[in-house]
């Protein structure tokens, strides 16, 4: 469904990817696996259409979309989770969920709005009783969360999601991941997992590609993960 | 008694055109972040919209309420589309833009209509305040400015589009990676801004002698209220309205008209050294 193809990107004249290249099935949960600096967010970026390519492209359900703005890329099914999460930070729970139905630019009511965000709840029971709370109130993990509903709002059919773990509690990052693989039995959603946490990317993927320097160096089995001398080897990182 | 009635009302008027000349700024400014100098000029085309109609035999609240606002927001879509649009996040060009714009505005409308001073005769009538006299138009204004701070509020609050703007103004980025177009929000937005400012030129437009150059008469007040009020568009607005409309009243009062705006420019430029980040900096945060 995804077709990354010679993709590269810059930030200016720095060039940050060299060259991705890979492909995602429909309902496939991907991890991407690197240390800081090597390129992660920015082809998360890129993928949203944040940073435009310097070169290569990308497909999306047959769409060409190298060139689409990030809310048309949006409309189409790409549900995006950022670094940092990017609450709203002034914005009610309920209302930052409201912003997430607003997809599609479609005309709907706003008991349709509702109905998605009753059912996304039974996903984030936890989100339930902070519904009226500031978004900026929330501490890491539940914006974490909040960030991932807002998300699911979308309807998306691929999810971007980036670092989910970063300074989250552990309690939380277990509910994260059962929450995902919840998900993908029930609606057959695809992901795109971005993470340097082993032991979340290891429950979460069917296969994990390794970034390095802006490029994809190899290819693990998530499996492989537990070993810390393949994954010392392939990403130059200590499990 | 009477005296006191005056004055109180004298103020309202100072607090109630504060409220009008600054807020289509406020909307601008605190949603886009864009400092709009030609925001003077936006005010001057919404009162020669009213007094134009209004010597072509349409009626005056018509001319006012709805020719004024219309037109002048979508000369400022007309604005955003060709001029504010490529020069986004780009604040000293905006700057520039825009004053370019100001003073393009007020050389064609001198050119079309000349240098002279127009004007509309005030509606509504007068009243007796025991020796004094004073005219109904004033509480009308009032009037109209609490119900344009309650629209916002309205609109803000209350309104999917509401919904929009607000989240589109704390995260631009994340606001389009749920779907929305901020390019369009961006557009509304500076519409709206524009469409307020034409409705306070036209609803200023009986108070005040209509030139092309009056604009340079309000756009410092406004810029001082935008400034000293802060980043809430609402709270701030209201409430350096309060405050200065208060000051310069009371100041005019007191000593003269002359003296009056002296005092306003001294209460702003302590106000800005003491918050820096204007009132809703320290007092009221996070609200709309």
């Known amino acids: 469904m995804l077709d990354v193809a ?17 492909q995602l099935k429909a309902g496939e949960f991907l991890g991407i696996l690197g240390h800081n600096g090597m390129g992660k967010t920015t082809l998360m970026r890129t993928l949203m259409g944040f940073i435009p390519p310097t070169a290569g492209g990308v497909t999306f359900l047959d769409h060409d979309i190298t060139d689409l703005k990030p ?8 549900g995006y989770v950022p670094q940092g999460r990017e609450i709203f930070p002034a914005l ?43 978004g900026g109130a929330l501490s890491g993990g539940e914006q974490q969360l909040l960030a991932l509903a807002r998300c699911l709002c979308t309807r998306p059919k691929l999810i971007l999601l980036d670092e989910p773990t970063e300074g989250i509690q552990p309690s939380i990052i277990e509910e994260i991941a059962e929450t995902l693989q919840g998900l993908r039995a029930k609606t057959g959603v695809s992901m795109i997992l971005v993470e340097q946490n082993l032991d979340f990317i290891a429950a979460l993927s069917s296969r994990v590609l390794v970034i390095q320097k802006g490029r994809i160096t190899g290819e693990l089995r998530p499996d492989q993960l537990e070993d810390p001398e393949v994954v010392a080897e392939l990403v130059g990182m200590a499990a | 008694m009477d005296l006191a009635a005056i004055v109180g009302l004298n103020v309202l008027s100072g607090i109630a055109s504060l409220v009008l000349i600054s807020l289509g700024l406020a909307i601008i400014f605190g949603m886009m972040k864009i400092i709009n100098l030609a925001h003077g000029e936006f005010l001057m085309l919404g009162a020669y919209a009213t007094v134009l109609s209004t010597n072509h035999g349409v009626n005056i609240w018509f001319a006012m309420l709805v020719i004024s606002p219309v037109f002048v927001g979508l000369v400022g879509i007309l604005v955003e589309r060709t001029l504010i649009r490529v020069l986004y996040g780009r604040l000293v060009d905006t700057m520039l833009a825009t004053w370019g714009l100001s003073l393009f ?42 119900l344009l701070l309650c629209g916002v509020v309205v ?14 103004m704390q995260k631009p980025d994340m606001a389009s990676a749920l779907g929305v177009d901020p390019d369009r929000v961006y557009m509304a937005t500076f519409g709206i801004g524009a469409a307020v400012t034409g409705l306070a030129g036209g609803l200023l437009a009986p108070v005040s002698g209509v030139a092309p150059t009056m604009g340079s008469a309000f756009v410092a007040k406004a810029f001082i209220t935008v400034v000293g009020g802060g980043a809430s568009i609402l709270a701030g607005t209201a409430s350096a309205s309060l405050l200065f409309g208060s000051i310069n009243q009371m100041g005019s009062y007191l000593t003269t008209p002359v003296f009056g705006e002296v005092i306003l420019l001294v209460a702003a430029t302590l106000l800005i050294r003491v918050l820096p980040e204007g009132i809703t900096g320290r007092f009221f945060r996070g609200s709309l």
């Open chain 1, 6 to 22: 010679a993709l590269q990107a810059a930030y200016g004249r720095v060039p940050v990817l060299m060259g991705i290249d890979f």
């Open chain 1, 71 to 78: 809310h048309a890329r949006a409309r189409l099914g790409l």
């Open chain 1, 92 to 134: 009610s729970v309920r209302d930052n969920l409201r912003m997430g139905c607003m997809a599609g630019g479609r005309q709907k009511g706003s008991g349709e709005d509702r109905g998605i965000i009753d059912e996304t709840l039974e996903l984030f029971p936890r989100l339930t009783r902070l519904l009226d709370r500031q």
């Open chain 2, 105 to 146: 505005i007020v050389g064609l409308v001198t050119m079309i209509f000349g240098n002279t001073i127009n004007g509309v005769p005030t509606p509504l009538g007068g009243f007796q305040v025991g020796a004094y006299r004073s005219d109904l138009y004033t509480p009308f204004l009032a009037l109209v400015a609490l």
């Open chain 2, 155 to 168: 609109v803000l609050r209350f309104t999917r589009f509401g919904l929009i703007a607000r989240a589109t």
